[in-house]
Nanobody, 126 residues
């Protein structure tokens, strides 16, 4: 079992920045995919950013150029740096992780993630 704990959410004005963190109880195995997802009230959950253990990343079009996903050297913490934030970024943000025994082609926004954190709320006011 893998535990994921998010932190760093809060309230910010439009144009501001926040950094989310996701601490994982399991380190970076050879084939790990981690991602950030968000869900706003009344909307379906959507992918925000994906990071494959060997460094590949992908972003939703709505956050490209504003958000950056990264991990620390120990590869136990996933980050989401959010800048130029907009009111439409308001949502509960979740961290997710998936581990598999084979190569990287399976890591993308549509991957079925096994492990999820409890979420951290982000609110952007205009």
């Amino acid at each position: 079992q893998v535990q994921l704990v998010e932190s760093g959410g809060g309230s910010v004005q439009a144009g501001g920045s926040l950094r989310l963190s996701c601490e994982a109880s399991r380190g970076a195995d050879a084939n790990r995919c981690m991602g950030w997802f968000r869900q706003a009230p009344g909307k379906t959950r959507e992918g925000v950013a994906i990071l494959y253990n060997y460094g590949g990343t992908a972003y939703a079009d709505s956050v490209k150029g504003r958000f950056t996903v990264s991990q620390d050297n120990a590869k136990r913490t996933l980050y989401l740096e959010m800048t130029s934030m907009k009111p439409e970024d308001t949502a509960m943000y979740f961290c997710a992780a998936e581990f598999r025994d084979y190569g990287s082609g399976w890591c993308h926004m549509g991957t079925s993630f096994t492990y999820w954190g409890q979420g951290t709320q982000v609110t952007v006011s205009s």
